[in-house]
């Protein structure tokens, strides 16, 4: 998948967040069969933890990647200044307590910020961390020479002062509303502190040895990574918290979900990561598992170039919005587990305005409008207009059976309306690649596009959407520009106050629901299958599950 929110400042929003996410409803963990006699399934290996899953990273650095498979990695080798748990909350990390106004982290008016940073932390080689690591990566995210996803935050500093070893004050240009939940931590483009002694030397970090083989501060050493393979990492010894539980991680990147299946079912591995919706009746009842299933701040779309005909056309995209049968999509595809949602916030968020614009399947009304943009009904069931056909190519990435399924049910669908649709996959690490890779998707080499979009814990979705987000400044692969959204984008990042920020983000959502740059087909409920001899995981709704890997143990 590509991509991932900030949080807000305050503590009253956080408050409201923990609540609303509680209400969402809590992981479901569902035991599919006691554990063999003896109390210890025999195909387990006590200490080391075997992974599968369908995405490859493209880079183990996540300032360059662009998948979240990236992120969730790093929270094996890596060290961010917050993590975001199970229960809803910043859980300091490398700053030893977050930022607020109540504790004067945050100066009055907003404008400057004081992290006091975790002492006696050691980089995996020895060398100590510091607030120079700290000043560094944030001199690396604004460095032009590094294809980096977005600078959106890291551009509105001023100037970082170093106070001390393990202290800095951070001084912004503007009131930045998300900005404690950007900085170095759970945002929709999460950027791992980086140690200066190892990378200062370097011009630019765009092929630099440690991209595949990282030296971070977190529990585990990335001992091994083969591109299209897997990745292996150890105990580190010198790890803050004392030595993680498990000795070993053998990540295996399998690049097909049915022989992932196989694996589980062969207990070749321990954990299935992100199981695909569509395999979910064949992962009931496995000997020795548990499937655990939970809410995530996640949803596919299908992402529309608006920057060529026919798709500049709003009432194309609009009537390809109404042509699509969400409920249909979901009891076929997901079996149900997926939900719909209509914008690109959450229904159980603070920021959902339940009145935007919504597309229910209307096919008359999709006809309708394909009619108004001159799009007539041809003799062998595909629109035509000045002697051309109305075709699309869908893109997506390959090797999942929930994207195949979901482009077959929608390719049937577009057709019954008189849209002939193309498909034509992707590897996700060429489709989500950055623009200076040759991205498919920052490239602009698509008409609509599968896709899946990993919130943050905030409703800053301007990475997306603003108009000055366009690749290589953004993920605005739509070519989408809507003055008025970006006009309330603007306000909602320099106001605290979280009901403005909600009138805020209704603008923005009814403009994206008007104009759709992207149609939001479902929200996912993420879904893990794991040796029930696996203890401790206990994921996170929002951005990674992977906050407490150093509590895992088999």
């Known amino acids: 998948m590509k991509r991932n929110l900030l949080v807000r400042v305050s503590a009253q ?19 599919q069969t006691g554990p063999l006699a003896g109390g210890r399934n025999a195909w387990t290996i006590p200490g080391t933890l075997r992974i599968a899953s369908r995405q490859e990273p493209d880079n183990l650095n996540p300032m360059l990647g662009t998948e979240v498979i990236d992120k969730d990695v790093s929270m094996f080798w890596g060290g961010y200044l917050f993590n975001w748990s199970d229960q809803n909350q910043l859980v300091p990390e490398m700053a030893a307590a977050v930022p607020t106004t109540a504790n004067g982290g945050i100066s009055k008016d907003g404008l ?3 992290y006091h940073l975790r002492k006696n932390v050691r ?17 690396q995210q604004l460095n032009p020479a590094n294809p980096v996803v977005s600078r959106l935050g890291f551009d509105d500093i001023a100037r970082i002062d170093k106070l001390d070893d393990h202290t800095i004050a951070v001084h912004l240009k503007r009131r930045f509303s998300p900005f404690v939940n950007m900085f170095f931590t759970m945002s929709n483009n999460p950027v791992t502190i980086l140690p200066k002694h190892l990378l200062s030397g370097y011009r630019d970090l765009t092929r630099v040895p440690f991209n595949l083989k990282p030296v971070g501060t977190g529990p585990f050493k990335v001992v091994e990574f083969a591109h299209g393979s897997r990745i292996v990492l150890e ?37 299935y990561y992100r199981a695909t919706e569509s395999l979910a009746p064949s992962l009931q009842n496995i000997e020795g598992t ?21 798709l500049d056309d709003v009432r194309v ?38 009145n935007a614009p919504k597309y229910r399947y209307d096919p008359k009304r999709a006809g ?12 062998d069931g595909v629109r035509m207009k000045d002697g051309k056909p109305l075709q699309l190519q869908m893109t997506g990435f390959t090797g999942s059976s929930t994207v195949s399924g979901a482009q077959a049910v929608i390719q049937q669908q577009w057709r019954a309306a008189g849209i002939d649709t193309q498909i034509k996959n992707w590897p996700s690490n060429e489709l989500y690649a950055t623009l200076a890779n040759n991205g498919v998707e920052q490239s602009g080499k698509f008409d609509v596009a599968y896709e899946e979009w990993a919130n943050g814990i905030d409703p800053d979705e301007s990475i997306l959407v603003a108009c000055d987000m366009a690749p290589p400044n953004g993920w605005n692969i739509y070519h989408f520009c809507d003055q008025r959204l970006d006009a309330a984008e603007s306000d909602a990042l320099q106001t605290y106050d979280q009901g403005k920020r ?18 939001i087909i479902w929200y996912l409920r993420r879904l893990d299958v794991i040796n029930t001899d696996f203890t401790g995981y206990k994921p996170a709704h929002a951005v990674t599950p992977f906050w407490n890997t150093w509590e895992w143990a088999i």
């Not at 609009?318 to 997901?334: F, G, N, T």
């Open 502 to 519: 909600k009138a805020d983000y209704a603008i923005v959502q009814e403009e994206m629901q008007k104009n759709l740059p992207f149609i």
């Open 317 to 354: 995209r609009q009537a390809l919005a109404y042509a699509i049968d969400r409920q249909e999509l979901i009891a076929k595809v997901s079996h149900g587990i997926n939900v719909i949602g209509d914008t690109d916030q959450p229904a159980f968020f603070w920021a959902y305005d339940p």
């Open 235 to 271: 105990a580190n010894p010198l790890y803050w918290r004392g030595p993680p539980k498990l000795k070993r991680i053998e990540w295996e990147i399998v690049g097909n979900d049915n022989t992932i299946l196989t694996l589980l079912q062969s207990h070749g591995i321990d954990f």
């Open 13 to 31: 929003s956080c408050i409201a967040l923990i609540i609303l996410f509680a209400a969402a409803g809590c992981t479901k963990i569902q035991s």
């Open 368 to 379: 309708e409008l394909l009619d108004a943009a001159g799009w007539r009904m041809g003799p």
């Open 123 to 139: 980089w995996q080689d020895g060398a100590p961390f510091g607030a120079d690591d700290v000043i560094f990566t944030w001199q």
């Open 112 to 114: 400057t910020v004081t």
């Open 290 to 310: 548990r499937i655990v299933t939970y809410p995530f701040t996640q949803f596919a779309d299908i992402g529309i170039n608006a920057s060529h005909a026919p």
